[in-house]
């Protein structure tokens, strides 16, 4: 079992920057592979940027290629999503999911993780 819990969701101006973290817990942290996701109202749930079990290998959804930069201390158990020039698209609730099957891979599908945080909110301000 792995528990997830979010942190540094809130609200922020357009062109802004947060970062959100992610503690883990139960499983050997730097066993899992990691992942954000975002869901805004009405919307599926949509990859972010996912990151391997060592941190070699990361991935990132093209709305937020060289934006967000994902990563991970193993020490703290912790994984993190640092968000800049924001605007009102990224807008959403943001999820922190563990995966458990593949973790040497950065992976980019919602079936592919095994365990979820409850989610942060992200308002962007126009």
């Known amino acids: 079992q792995v528990q997830l819990v979010e942190s540094g969701g809130g609200l922020v101006q357009a062109g802004g920057s947060l970062r959100l973290s992610c503690a883990a817990s139960?499983?050997?942290?730097?066993?899992?592979?990691m992942g954000w996701f975002r869901q805004a109202p009405g919307k599926d749930r949509d990859f972010v940027a996912a990151?391997?079990?060592?941190?070699?290998?990361?991935k990132y959804a093209e709305s937020v290629k060289g934006r967000f930069t994902i990563s991970r201390d193993n020490a703290k158990n912790t994984v993190y999503l640092q968000m800049s020039s924001l605007n009102s698209e990224d807008t959403a609730v943001y999820y922190c999911?563990?995966?458990?099957?593949?973790?040497?891979?950065?992976?980019?599908?919602?079936?592919?993780?095994?365990?979820w945080g409850q989610g942060t909110q992200v308002t962007v301000s126009s």
């Open positions: 990151i391997n079990w060592s941190g070699s290998s990361t």
């Open positions: 139960g499983r050997t942290f730097s066993s899992n592979g």
């Open positions: 999911a563990a995966q458990i099957d593949r973790p040497w891979l950065a992976r980019d599908r919602v079936y592919e993780y095994n365990y």
